[in-house]
């Protein structure tokens, strides 16, 4: 009877440890940063291999975190040399993974900021799995409006520039030099 509890004991060890440290593991990945300056109003700049930039605008204001965040990696030179890996005609172009495949990341996450800012032509957005809170260096940009995606993904910016050639990305263009201003 003891071995018998002893093994019930151990089996539920072992189906329980990965569960936990599962999530163990995300609420030690989740960062969070230093707001932006109060009154910032950044703008990235991403020019391309193939010729042109695209200039988009930040919204801090609604995503302060998710805008800290892709600000502090375009400053750390994050997004230089990446490509755009996902590309869904009529839907959107994805990029920010330096695996190259979608299945890569900066080594931690971000809580999501869900806002009521739409998924509009040119909207930019941070890509996530399933989890809310697993965004991290990826993001997307739409290529018409996506009404179903709003308050499911965090939006924190708007194209200002280049939709012609956010339009034009095709899968495994690179990113060139990633910049900003503004903050």
């Given at each position: 009877m003891a071995s018998l509890a002893a093994y019930i004991l151990i089996l539920a060890l072992i189906v329980a440890a990965p569960l936990g440290y599962r999530a163990w593991r995300k609420r030690m990945a989740l960062k969070t940063f230093e707001p932006?300056?109060?009154g910032a109003k950044p703008v990235v700049s991403i020019a391309l291999e193939n010729g042109g930039?695209?200039?988009v605008e930040l919204y801090p204001a609604d995503a302060p975190n998710h805008c800290a965040a892709f600000v502090d990696l375009v400053k750390k030179g994050y997004y230089d040399g990446l490509s755009f890996h996902r590309v869904v005609p009529g839907?959107?172009?994805?990029g920010g993974c330096p695996k190259g495949n979608g299945s890569g990341g900066p080594g931690y996450t971000l809580k999501a900021e869900f806002n009521e800012k739409p998924h509009l032509t040119g909207t930019l957005a941070m890509a996530r799995t399933p989890d809310p809170d697993s965004a991290g260096s990826q993001?997307?940009?739409?290529?018409a409006p996506q009404p179903f995606l709003d308050r499911q993904y965090t939006v924190f910016g708007q194209t200002?520039?280049?939709?012609?050639?956010?339009?034009?990305v095709r899968q495994g263009d690179k990113m060139v030099k990633v910049t900003v201003e503004g903050v």
């Open positions: 932006l300056p109060e930039v695209i200039k839907f959107v172009v994805q993001f997307y940009l739409c290529l200002l520039e280049g939709m012609e050639l956010v339009s034009g």
